[in-house]
């Protein structure tokens, strides 16, 4: 699982760095192309598709954040702990 968070990680560095060089033509040029592709129906349930699995991404990235933090809690414990018994010259 971790493996697939650093691919879609990478992808949506990817696809965030080619939306900063979208221009208005082109986003719509996109978005006639989805039009076309899904028709004015189908274009509603795509979104809230859509939505949900950005929500469910961002739900396992703050589970694997918080995984993360409660794992490393205790070493950064222990590593204050051996710092404040080392001698001071």
């Known amino acids: 699982m971790l493996g697939l968070f650093f691919i879609f ?17 082109e986003i719509i040029v996109i978005l006639l192309f989805v ?19 950005m929500r469910e991404f961002r739900r396992a990235t703050e589970d694997i954040k918080r995984e993360i933090n409660d794992n490393t809690k ?14 001071k010259n």
């Open 9 to 25: 990680g990478g992808l949506i560095r990817i696809s965030m760095n080619i939306l900063l060089f979208i221009g208005g033509p």
């Open 35 to 53: 039009l076309l592709l899904f028709g004015s129906k189908r274009i509603p349930e795509v979104a809230r598709m859509m939505g949900k699995g």
């Open 74 to 87: 205790d070493v950064k414990e222990d590593i204050n702990d051996f710092k404040d018994n080392l001698p």
